[in-house]
């Protein structure tokens, strides 16, 4: 095989040239019609085993990406130039790109400045306009005497709708050194002028607070009225909010007035509702007998009293078995079943306040019967300090 052959050979080994154009150079050479040899076939790879199945997942929502790069050369040298024009001279490009991309023109930039508001920054601009504040509804609350709003107190003012004609209401109602606050809280709550009106007529004097509470418990004139009808009519404003609060209507208040308890304050209606005195409650105890007023009747529910075992102790037929006594029963957890078994026991002159006692020093109905054995009736008393001194 002489050189030029082998050459030839070894770029068709080397891939440098196919089958083809190999044969050609050969036949150039002269040694035509010898067979090129190919180059070899690769082995036959072995089959691909199948993959395996993929595991089921819990559908994942699809995360968006966000491009934070900034496309600068969007910026045109006539938006730049207007933005300085406007009095913004010299900004970095970032903040160029801010103003344009949320779609600040130079007449909203220009406004704004007209309006001398302190350290007016890019950031604060983009914030007004991203909640689509205008420089006129900036300047009609300067005008009501909030020279000094922060961009934080002018974009809740947007968020939450607030007008201002609707802040000029209440500084005509004598509300004039409303807070930025104060404000806010009328419109998150929805207070309208026309409710303050409507019970200042009822004789409410309210401060601003006060108008605050009463719109988010939302109490309506309606209720003032019927309280007043009540007999309730120099309830002031913080009673008649905590009526509000504890959903303490006009037929409730009704309703338990006609037991015709004594001490039936506003507080004490709303510690009954509080505590879950119902008039259903209230009703069982009047019927079995029992003298309530409202204070024993709170005790009582405060203490887990119901009227099963209620009616359970008031038929032990205890001398001096009041509200006031039943309350520290149940305190001290003289139970139905622990009075009965002391009274079968044999013990004599067994009261409400001598069970408490024997309670108090863990007497046992055991005990009572064992002293009974070997001594014959004893009283309750003689019975508690025989256990003391044991």
Same mark, same amino acid.
């Given at each position: ?25 050969? #036949? %150039? ?36 990406? /966000? ?7 969007? @910026? ?13 001279? #010299? ?24 309006? !001398? *508001?302190?350290? *007016? ?30 961009? +934080? ?20 109602? $004598?509300?004039?050194? *409303?807070?930025?606050?104060? /404000? ?24 601003? !607070?006060?108008? /605050? ?17 009540? $007999? ?25 007035? =006609?037991?015709?308890?004594?001490? *039936? ?16 409650? /209230? ?5 079995? =007998? ?13 203490? $887990? ?22 309350? +520290? ?17 044999? @013990? ?13 020093? !863990?007497?046992?109905? %055991? ?8 001594? =014959? ?7 508690? +300090?025989?256990? @003391?001194?044991?």
């Amino acid at each position: 095989m002489n050189e030029e052959r082998r050459h030839v050979l070894e770029m068709l080994a080397n891939g440098k040239i196919n089958a083809a154009e190999a044969a050609k150079l050969l #036949d %150039a050479l002269g040694v035509g019609g010898t067979a090129v040899p190919m180059p070899p076939r690769p082995a036959k790879l072995p089959p691909i085993p199948p993959l395996p199945p993929i595991p089921s997942v819990a559908k994942v929502a699809r995360v968006h990406r /966000v491009r934070t790069a900034h496309n600068y050369q969007r @910026i045109t040298p006539e938006y730049a130039a207007a933005i300085a024009d406007a009095g913004l001279p #010299d900004l970095q490009q970032d903040e160029l790109w801010q103003l344009q991309i949320h779609h600040v023109t130079a007449d909203y930039v220009r406004r704004l400045l007209k309006l !001398d *508001l302190p350290e *007016l920054t890019v950031d604060d601009i983009v914030q007004f306009a991203i909640h689509h504040i205008q420089p006129d509804y900036l300047h009609a609350f300067q005008k009501l005497g909030f020279s000094d709003l922060t961009t +934080d107190d002018i974009v809740q003012f947007g968020v939450h709708h607030i007008q201002p004609d609707y802040v000029a209401r209440f500084q005509a109602m $004598g509300f004039t050194d *409303l807070s930025t606050d104060d /404000v806010v809280q009328l419109g998150i709550h929805h207070v309208q002028p026309e409710l303050v009106e409507e019970l200042r007529q009822l004789g409410l004097d309210m401060t601003i !607070d006060e108008v /605050v509470d009463l719109g988010i418990h939302q109490v309506r004139p309606e209720l003032v009225r019927q309280v007043y009808k009540l $007999g309730y009519d120099d309830a002031t404003v913080e009673q008649i909010v905590d009526l509000g609060i504890h959903h303490v209507t006009a037929e409730f208040i009704k309703e338990i007035q =006609g037991f015709g308890l004594p001490d *039936l304050t506003l507080e004490r209606l709303v510690d009954m509702r509080i505590h879950h005195v119902t008039p259903e409650f /209230v009703g069982e105890m009047v019927a079995l =007998g029992v003298p309530v007023t409202a204070v024993s009747l709170i005790d009582l529910r405060i203490h $887990g009293a119901n009227a099963a075992v209620v009616r359970q102790l008031s038929a032990l037929n205890l001398p001096d078995l009041t509200t006031e006594m039943l309350v +520290d029963m149940l305190i001290h957890g003289v139970t139905p079943e622990f009075a009965q078994s002391i009274l079968a026991a044999g @013990i004599t002159a067994v009261t409400a306040e001598t069970l408490v006692d024997m309670r108090i020093h !863990d007497v046992t109905a %055991a005990f009572a019967e064992k002293v009974v054995q070997a001594q =014959g009736a004893v009283s309750a008393e003689e019975l508690v +300090d025989m256990w @003391i001194n044991s």
